[in-house]
């Protein structure tokens, strides 16, 4: 589904990305793990198209991100960590609102914007503005928002931040549901949320992949914690370099009116 090749992605000097190489089956659930600042945002952002590669490639289900964007993005529904939520529109307008964006038929919205809420769990909530939800609903309707047009992937990044234990766990259980039916990738610095939803794990710090395999092999069968893996592979990588110039975000940020950003 996902096929990652060698992918850099500089912001003038600084290098958010470097040299990547990963690979996510269809119909698996896989998490991308790495601390804040490792290059994770800046991966999901030229894997959905938001913005090119410096060098390097990435196909969604055999279309390239550069070659074919709009082909990309029919195949992905996107909820990044702050979902671009409309307040003054109710559940429903928002989810309707979001079909017609994507394009789905107008013979088809209707079932598709019920199919969406239901899943994300919106049911008594549709005709609520958006401006009055819970943080735990907020993020539900924009997970509804990327489910809309039944999209074969799914990039959700960091979908539990902020959320009380509460919420967290209701989320959660809605990742698992989603499983085999979508092709998942999460994004997270957040490990029991990979232990708990996913099957696959990649790991990235400083920009380059540590580690890259199924949770279980990683783990040995759970002889050994993610935890501990997590902070072998990611001290190993630390101690074998300098510490970076600049933060992930910051580059992001301060490199941002000069982007020539393919959205």
Do not use: W
Not at 39 to 66: A, C, E, H, N, W
Not at 115 to 130: D, H, N, P, V, Y
């Amino acid at each position: 589904m996902i096929e990652v090749k060698n992918l850099t992605k500089r912001y003038g000097s600084f290098t958010a990305v470097d040299d990547i190489t990963f690979t996510v089956k269809k119909g698996q659930t896989m998490g991308f793990l790495g601390p804040n600042g490792a290059g994770k945002t800046t991966t999901m952002r030229v894997i959905t198209s938001f913005l090119p590669p410096t060098s390097g490639t990435v196909t969604i289900d055999g279309y390239d991100v550069q070659d074919d964007p709009m082909e990309v993005r029919k195949r992905i529904g996107y909820l990044p960590e702050n979902p671009p939520l409309y307040n003054d529109m109710t559940v429903q307008e928002y989810v309707t609102f979001c079909a017609e964006l994507k394009g789905v038929p107008s013979s088809k919205r209707k079932s598709a914007v019920s199919s969406a809420i239901e899943k994300s769990g919106l049911q008594t909530r549709t005709r609520q503005l958006i401006g009055t939800l819970s943080k735990g609903f907020r993020q539900r309707t924009g997970l509804a928002q990327a489910l809309v047009h039944d999209p074969p992937l799914l990039i959700l990044d960091e979908p539990t931040i902020g959320l009380d234990p509460a919420q967290i766990i209701e989320i959660r259980e809605l990742i698992r549901g989603l499983a085999g039916e979508h092709t998942v990738v999460l994004s997270t610095h957040i490990l029991p949320e990979v232990s708990v939803t996913c099957q696959a794990v990649t790991i990235i710090n400083d920009g380059r992949i540590c580690a890259a395999d199924t949770l279980d092999n990683l783990t040995g069968g759970d002889r050994d914690s993610l935890e501990d893996i997590f902070l072998k592979v990611v001290s190993e990588d630390i101690s074998s370099t300098t510490d970076p110039e600049q933060d992930e975000d910051e580059a992001v940020e301060t490199s941002a009116a000069g982007e020539d950003v393919n959205a």
